[in-house]
């Protein structure tokens, strides 16, 4: 009778081998989390990106109070009352005769107060516009474009690196030399000469698709290389001389049979380039030629705080980068330990 | 030798021309012609507008143009800045001089830190010493440099002894030629350790790597089975073979630091290239951009050149013509 053989496949085995990490899935969980609240931005946060009350500039964060006068209440906030201070800075006192209960579940949003009052959770901008609810919106924005620019790379590298590493000789000497070209242009200088040749009067779809094709083209020379190296080694195995004998197509053997075999390995290398493209992302907004304001990105967010001034009077303006951080780390664990997973000598 | 430098040199000059083109052609696909919004500008003189256009023949096609642009490069001639207002060239020099200064000191800085972490973690391997560089590495890895930078000046914005951006103090004309340099130094402090950071993460953790895989081989066990003492084996033995794959790195980490240094610059107000660049891209000052993308692709080309001189000469198997 036939036994039920227990094999695994090596994607399989290494699947197996990245759960047992503990700290890749701790990463893996923070993403998704990240990915999920970024998705759900419209129900948790209090005001939409755009809400903004010009009287609330920079305004601290607001404290939830359970307590009223010594009596456990239904969670509230108190009202802020604007004064200045001697050097004619803004300051912000909590106002105890302003009450304003929280509101759960209302107009679509998860919770929020009423009107006069305002919910800073994480304070205000120079607009007063709520940081918590930009945070999230802002994570759809970074947390995106991240993936759909290493995607346009991913394709293009495996394409060029599938058809450079099979073919060898000429050809490969050519590709790479338009490879090598585009290393040969600091990231940051290609990106900023890239942005300069895009039209000002861009909407704001049109800015983000253009900085996701601009990321895009930063990385996707140093994919190729990594995937012509792999597809040059693979081409010399038995699988290939069968299917050439078969009189299989070229295109379909890169496509079909070398290509795929490159894909668990790259997986790795790929999420380290959504990580540096995070960055890349937040540098290009900072410095305000990405994503453009009402519209917020994590990296447009700290674009308030690249001036000391702000920063030393609203110090939580720099949450933003926390995130950035966050992000960046777990896409960088979550690389390293694919890599480990897939290809455990690599780190010994 | 020779030879293969030579060959390396001419490769990567070819390179530079493709670059030069992409820029060049990048510039052209911009909607508009640029001497429009330069004939609309009244402190510019019609006599520049004029001279301008007949040195860059405008209504030839684009390979012509580029031909065009490139003769002129090569006699100097980098352009009009519209911005500043004068000759692309007498705003590039400086800027490049500062950039090279700022790069140059965290190169430095990253090498004669990075490489001894890198080592001290190898021969400590597993243990918290190593486990803690690791842990701190990731973070300065994955912390965007501006955001560092900026940390870092509201730090010092409290501490109040380092100078909080810009290059120079405002009395710096004033000043002796040791008070210029010292001055100097001072700002150079925040932007040089915050770019040194990052590729320091890196370096330090590609050194372990290097340092733990020659470790494993056969020549160690020998020279440790002959029973020379444990410092020679590693210094003299070890050290040497895990360096040498560093030096090609040498050249991606220039690039590296350029495209890094961009935003520091930026942020802590560096009078470099890359703020330069910036102010280009945001005033649309197309000969301005054109010029500094290719400056530091040229800065970047001959930091890989001098990498694969050096290369060449520490590492005999590439002399004698095999791969790797």
């Known amino acids: 009778m036939a036994r039920k053989i227990n094999s695994h496949s090596r994607t399989g085995l290494a699947l197996e081998a990245f759960r047992r990490n503990r700290v890749g899935m701790i990463c893996l969980w923070a993403l998704l989390a990240l990915y999920g609240m970024a998705i759900c931005a419209d129900f948790i946060s209090p005001y939409s990106y755009k809400d903004e009350d010009r009287n609330f500039s920079y305004c601290p964060p607001t404290a939830i109070e359970f307590f009223d006068q010594g009596h456990l209440k239904l969670p509230f906030v108190y009202g802020r009352a604007l004064t200045f201070n001697a050097m004619h800075r803004r300051v912000y006192m909590v106002d105890a005769a302003q009450k304003y209960p929280l509101r759960f579940l209302k107009g679509g949003r998860l919770f929020g107060v009423d009107a006069p009052g305002r919910l800073y959770l994480w304070g205000a901008d120079a607009r007063g516009r709520d940081l918590f609810s930009r945070i999230w919106y802002g994570a759809r924005i970074s947390l995106s474009i991240g993936i759909l620019g290493v995607m346009i790379s991913f394709i293009l590298g495996l394409v060029i690196g599938g058809i450079a590493g099979y073919y060898g000789g000429a050809v490969d000497n050519a590709l790479m030399w338009i490879c090598e070209m585009f290393m040969m242009v600091p990231g940051f200088y290609l990106m900023l000469a890239l942005r300069a040749a895009v039209p000002q009067n861009f909407n704001s779809v049109q800015v983000y698709l253009s900085v996701v094709v601009i990321l895009a083209l930063i990385g996707w020379a140093s994919l190729a290389r990594i995937i012509r190296g792999m597809a040059l080694s693979l081409r010399e195995r038995d699988f290939v001389l069968v299917a050439k004998t078969l009189g299989v197509p070229d295109l379909v053997i890169i496509f079909k049979h070398i290509l795929p075999q490159t894909i668990s390995f790259s997986c790795a290398s790929l999420m380290l380039t959504v990580s540096s493209y995070i960055l890349a992302e937040a540098g290009l907004s900072v410095v305000g030629l990405g994503i453009q304001d009402p519209v917020p990105s994590w990296g447009n967010l700290l674009s308030d705080a690249m001036g000391i001034v702000p920063v030393i009077f609203a110090p939580w303006i720099l949450l933003p980068g926390l995130f950035i951080f966050i992000a960046v780390v777990c896409f960088n664990v979550l690389g390293d330990s694919l890599r480990d997973a897939f290809d455990p000598g690599y780190n010994e | ?324």
């Open chain 2, 1 to 324: 030798m020779v030879k293969h430098i030579i060959q390396r040199i001419c490769s990567k000059v070819l390179l530079l021309f493709a670059v030069s083109f992409f820029t060049f052609w990048l510039m052209h696909a911009t909607p508009g012609n640029f001497f429009d919004s330069l004939r609309l500008n009244p402190q510019i003189s019609q006599e520049t507008v004029a001279r301008y256009e007949k040195l860059y023949h405008l209504n030839d096609p684009l390979l012509a143009q580029y031909g065009h642009w490139v003769v002129n490069i090569l006699h100097g001639e980098w352009g009009y800045s519209f911005y500043y207002n004068v000759p692309v060239t007498h705003v590039l020099g400086g800027r490049l001089f500062n950039t090279f200064i700022l790069s140059l000191t965290s190169l430095i800085l990253t090498w004669s830190i990075a490489i001894p972490l890198g080592i001290w973690a190898a021969l400590r391997r597993n243990q918290w010493i190593d486990r803690m560089l690791s842990v701190l590495s990731f973070a300065a890895f994955s912390t965007p440099g501006f955001f560092l930078a900026v940390l870092v000046l509201y730090w010092a914005s409290h501490w109040g002894a380092l100078p909080l951006g810009g290059m120079h103090s405002p009395d710096y004309d004033d000043m002796s030629v040791l008070g210029k340099i010292r001055d100097t130094l001072l700002h150079l402090v925040i932007p040089a350790t915050v770019l040194s950071l990052s590729s320091m993460a890196s370096l330090q953790r590609i050194m372990r790597g290097n340092m733990l895989g020659v470790l494993r081989q056969q020549y160690i066990l020998a020279a440790r089975a002959k029973g020379l003492p444990e410092r020679i084996v590693i210094y003299r033995h070890a050290l040497r073979n895990a360096f040498n794959p560093l030096v090609t790195l040498l050249g991606y980490e220039f690039a590296a630091l350029l495209s890094g240094a961009a935003l520091i610059e930026i942020v802590c107000s560096w009078p470099g290239l890359g703020s330069l660049l910036l102010t280009a891209v945001r005033s649309k000052d197309v000969y301005l951009v054109m010029s500094s993308t290719l400056l530091a692709s040229i800065l970047l080309i001959t930091g890989n050149i001098l990498a694969d001189i050096l290369l060449t000469w520490v590492d005999p198997r590439i002399r004698y013509g095999k791969k790797n």
